[in-house]
T-cell receptor, first 110, second 113 residues
């Protein structure tokens, strides 16, 4: 089983819609969680850190469910510019290394 | 702007011809990482430096080596590139151990002919 797994999608949504997707992790000792955004042929860029039960940043909301070992990302009022691949990353408490998922692709259409 | 810089952005090399990719950072971060990312796959950690301490991942082939001559620079050497080494190579930094947020450079896309 992979350490971090994501539904690859693609999630095709119209502008203004809400889209949400999950990321599951296998190591119950994981303590820090992140969402990165990666545009086609570009580098991952940190979107949000998820340290406790979850957090919100504008139209983006991240949730952590430790019991079921997954984190989620919800995008409200989708914009065309939200089209990207969203990578989930998980770090263990005793190790500053990140394990990445392969990403979920979101395409927002006009 | 403080940032992570990678050169070159695109590199073409021949099968078996050594190649060096470079990364520099103005963030003054202690930790530097090298990842390999193939299309539609997760970034795969090759190795990282905490300051001058080198840490190799167990499954990183011997064909891949790294040097960090100072805090700002880190190099990835591929001694004998194979066709399977064609990928995006990403350099990342993080401020300190225990602070896992990583910041990536723009990557070097390596083509092996």
């Amino acid at each position: 089983r992979k350490e971090v797994e994501q539904d690859p999608g693609p999630f095709n949504v119209p502008e203004g819609a809400t889209v949400a997707f999950n990321c599951t992790y296998s190591n119950s000792a994981s303590q820090s969680f992140f969402w990165y955004r990666q545009d086609c042929r570009k580098e991952p860029k940190l979107l949000m850190s998820v340290y406790s039960s979850g957090n919100e940043d504008g139209r983006f909301t991240a949730q952590l469910n430790r019991a079921s070992q997954y984190i989620s990302l919800l995008i409200r009022d989708s914009k065309l510019s939200d089209s990207a691949t969203y990578l989930c990353a998980v770090a263990r408490s005793n190790d500053y290394k990140l394990s990445f998922g392969a990403g979920t692709t979101v395409t927002v259409r006009a | 702007d403080a940032m992570v810089i990678q050169n070159p952005r695109y590199q073409v090399t021949q099968f078996g011809k050594p190649v060096t990719l470079s990364c520099s950072q103005t963030l003054n971060h202690n930790v530097m990482y090298w990842y390999q990312q193939k299309s539609s796959q997760a970034p795969k950690l090759l190795f990282h430096y905490y300051d001058k301490d080198f840490n190799n991942e167990a499954d990183t082939p011997d064909n891949f080596q790294s040097r960090r001559p100072n805090t700002s620079f880190c190099f990835l050497d591929i001694r004998s590139p194979g066709l399977g080494d064609a990928a995006m190579y990403l350099c990342a930094t993080s401020r300190e151990t225990g602070v896992p947020e990583q910041y990536f450079g723009p990557g070097t896309r390596l083509t092996v002919t």
